[in-house]
């Protein structure tokens, strides 16, 4: 599949996806009893991740949503965090589940913690659909519940683009040219 000038192969298929959303849900349900958690989506690659994940949440709970970017359109972190929405909800005493797309580096999602920790959350955890062990920068310790470890490669779909197209499939696929950028 081509995406703008690159070229992507199949790479986990929707019914993995959402048999992981699904088992990942129960642990949320079960760990969250008698609470009512805020999740906190990050835009803009959670979106359709906090869509299916919160469809299977039967615990009370509320959904808000950051924006944050490190990519800017590109194959590779910039290693500099932009905040586009500040989280205006407020998070004293609460319960907190940031929802990734994916943690590469860890250094976004390490900011995103330390900034939600100065707002006094009862607790916080993190649950992301891919995570790649082998490009972590930053250790977090909040990372509780991971849909998918994957390889250092470029992903698309499910939420996830390369400049900003992509995002819409319901599969996600990896790079299959091999690039210095990656």
């Known amino acids: 599949m081509k995406i703008d000038d ?43 991740f906090v869509a299916d994940l919160v469809k299977h949440i039967t615990i009370p709970c509320e959904v808000t949503f950051t924006k944050l970017a490190s990519y800017y359109g590109g194959t590779t972190s910039s290693r500099k965090i932009r905040e586009d929405i500040d989280l205006s909800t407020d998070i004293s005493g609460r319960h907190i589940v940031i929802i990734e797309d994916i943690v590469d580096t860890g250094n976004t999602l390490a900011y995103l913690i330390e900034k939600l920790k100065l707002k006094n959350p009862a607790s916080i955890s993190v649950c992301a659909m891919l995570v790649k062990p082998g490009k972590l920068e930053t250790s977090v310790e909040e990372l509780r519940y991971v849909g998918f470890e994957i390889e250092n490669e470029f992903v698309v779909g499910y939420g996830l683009d390369y400049k900003e197209l992509g995002r819409n499939l319901r599969d996600i696929y990896r790079l299959t040219s091999t690039t210095d950028e990656v």
């Open 6 to 48: 690159l070229e992507f192969e199949p790479l986990i298929e929707e019914e993995t996806i959402a048999k992981r959303i699904n088992l990942l849900a129960v642990e949320l349900n079960a760990d969250y009893a008698g609470k009512t958690p805020i999740f906190i989506g990050v835009l803009n690659g959670s979106f359709l």
